[in-house]
Each structure stands twice: as structure tokens, then as C-alpha cells.
């Protein structure tokens, strides 16, 4: 068991490492060849920082063990909003942007709808993860038209991609290869690792999913959202968040169901897509209802993360 826990740490050291190699490679090597910045931030800014989920997806499904990687884009989301948006805001309050309320908190609501009505036949399979690919296209479609539009000082992506290191062509494409051979053994050593905890604990591989590997994918956002905010900039915490979560479940979700088809215990649609659910609603609640200003609060901050417990202590004693 502790060699496996060590396996699995190293692998997921070894998968944000290796994640955040491969994008600054490829975002250099892009941009190296004339790629125009929007192409770049909307496909190897915006997609590449989901690259760890994609991949252990991917590695997990390829390796017939689909449940697992389902479990990770569900437990993702689950902790995205109670872990990692519930200790930022105990931290420091924070406020939704107006594009977040316009533009990306219904997507989400609408992406996290559409996962459940496809699941709710409890098999995920083919016809499923093209529906989910074909409302990321739309999204992306829209984000294209509202960025051609966008003042380029006020494009989101246009700041992240300020934030990549520039590059010579052969630095850029030896980091691209470099990141992208590790991202998958690492990714691979994490599948294994979590399938071995699993078995020794005679527990689903979901379960697994659902925690263990959804907090350690998780870890880079609460990273990023917690360093956001005490940067003066807790504005921009949400809507990380809010789009790492739609690509979870436009993007990650999709993979298991185009490798292979794969059936769903009755838990894994109502006890894990209903709380997925229930704090997209929760977060949603917050954006549009509770409070005069589009905040979220301490307290609020406080009911999410207790949430997000509650839900860890229901699964430990359900295992």
C-alpha cells in the first residue's frame, strides 16, 4: 500500500511538472510558427491546462479501467467548487466577473445538465462523448467570436498567454516532447497506482477516482485560485475554475465514453453527478440570488467546503 502511495504521489508531481512543460512548449512552438494568439488560447492555453485529466483519461480508459477516469472528471468538479473555491473564499471573498455570470456559469450549468441526461441511461459510450465534443466546438466557437471582438488589453487569453516564457524553436519543441512523454508514463504509473489501491482496499476504482486522484488533479487549481486572490486578483479565481470544469466535463468525460463504452453504477448517477449538480446549482446561487453584490462570501466559502467533507465522509463510509 505505502509503495503504491508513493507511486502515486511521484506520479502526480511527475503529471503537473510534465503538464505545465508540455504547454509552454507547445504554446512557444505555436506561436514560433506565426499560430495567431487566439488559435493558441483557445486551443493550447485553454485545452493544454486540462491536459492531466485528458490524458489519465485517456491512459485509464485505454487500460480498461474507464470507471476510474469518469471518477476523476466528476470528483474533479466536486472539488474545484467545495475544496479548492471553499478555501479560497475562506481566505478572501470572492467576486464573480461579469463574463462568468453572462457567459460561463451557464455553460457550465448547461455542459453539467447535458452529462447527466447522457448518463442517465448509466452508460457512457460513443454517441455520448461526441455530444460532449460537439458542445465543447460550440463553446469554443463562441469564445472565438467574442475574442475577435474583445479590446486585446481585456482578452483573458491574451493575459494568459503573457504569462508563458517565450522560446527558440528547437527549446520549445524539445519541452513539448519532453512534457508530453512524461505527462503519459506519468499518467500511466498514476493509473496504475490508483488501480492497485483500489484492489488492496477492495474498493471501486470510482471511489478512487472520486477522491484520491480528483484532489490530486485538483491541487494546480487551488494552486492558481489561492495565488490569484492573494494577488489582488480573486475576480479571475472563479472563472478559472468555472472553465476547468466545463472542459472536465466536455473534454475528460468524453475521452472513457469515445475509447470504450463503459457502464455506470446507479451511485455513480445520483449520490456523484447529483452532488456535482448540487454545487454547480449552489455556485450558481451565489452568482445570481443570495446577495446583492455577485460574491462569494466567507460563510459561503464555509457551507462549500463543508459540503465537499460531507460528501468525502458520505463516500469513506459507503467504500
Known sequence: ?????????????????SADKFLSGAAATATNLGVSNIVIGLTVVSLGTSAPEIVVALIAALEGNAVLAIGNAIGSNIAN???????????MPLPFSKNVRRRELPWLLGATVLAIILMFDRELGTLDGILLLSGLAYILWQLLRSEKEADPGESALASELDDLPAMRQTVAVFWLITGLIVLL????????????????????????????????TSLPELAATVGSAMKGQPDIAIGNIVGSNILNILAVLA????????????????????????????????????????????????VMLLAWIGYNALLAQQA
Do not use: C, H, K
Not at 1 to 17: E, H, K, Q
Not at 85 to 90: D, E, K, N
Not at 269 to 288: E, K, P
Open 81 to 91: 467548487i467545495g475544496l479548492v473555491l471553499g478555501i479560497t473564499a475562506v481566505v
Open 1 to 17: 500500500m505505502w509503495v503504491n502511495l508513493l507511486l502515486m504521489t511521484f506520479g502526480f508531481a511527475a503529471l503537473i511538472w
Open 185 to 216: 508514463g506519468a499518467a500511466q504509473l498514476l493509473v496504475y497506482a490508483a488501480t492497485e489501491i483500489a484492489i488492496e482496499l477492495g474498493i471501486s476504482s470510482m471511489i478512487i477516482g472520486l477522491t484520491i486522484v480528483a484532489v490530486g
Open 255 to 302: 475521452v472513457p465514453g469515445l475509447v470504450t463504452t463503459t457502464s455506470l453504477d446507479f451511485s455513480a448517477l445520483w449520490r456523484d453527478s447529483g452532488m456535482m449538480l448540487a454545487l454547480t446549482l449552489m455556485l450558481a446561487l451565489f452568482a445570481y440570488g443570495v446577495n446583492s453584490r455577485a460574491v462569494i462570501t466567507r460563510f459561503e466559502g464555509i
